[in-house]
């Protein structure tokens, strides 16, 4: 059983800073992209990417947190961490992570962590 759990979010003012985290954990051989996408509040809106690091360690942002968003990982650890820096009101959403990985039976796979509440206030 493989299972990805997300922490740090929660309620920062504008300009604040919050890390987020997410583990892996379970039967993983090997972890390859990591990444962060997010749904702002309303059903209409769409999961979107927010940041992905490819394993051997080269991130992508979108457009709208380039400069302000830092995505990381530890390999040894299945750990990737986004560090978002001055956050603005529109950063507000649920921030899920995503990973591929191979698992012990060498079959690739594709998860998501239940989510992170991050809540920006003006």
């Known amino acids: 059983q493989v299972q990805l759990v997300e922490s740090g979010g929660g309620l920062v003012q504008a300009g604040g800073s919050l890390r987020l985290s997410c583990v892996g954990s379970?039967?993983?051989?090997?972890?390859?992209?990591m990444g962060w996408y997010r749904q702002g509040p309303g059903n209409q809106r769409e999961r979107e990417l927010v940041?992905?690091?490819?394993?051997?360690?080269?991130?992508n942002y979108a457009d709208s947190v380039k400069g302000r968003f830092t995505i990381s990982r530890d390999n040894a650890k299945n750990t990737v961490v986004l560090q978002m820096n001055s956050l603005n009101p529109e950063d507000t959403a649920v921030y899920y992570c995503?990973?591929?990985?191979?698992?012990?039976?060498?079959?690739?796979?594709?998860?998501w962590g239940p989510g992170t509440q991050v809540t920006v206030s003006s």
């Open positions: 995503n990973a591929e990985f191979y698992g012990m039976d060498l079959r690739r796979r594709e998860m």
């Open positions: 379970g039967s993983i051989l090997r972890m390859n992209a």
């Open positions: 940041a992905v690091i490819t394993g051997g360690g080269s991130p």
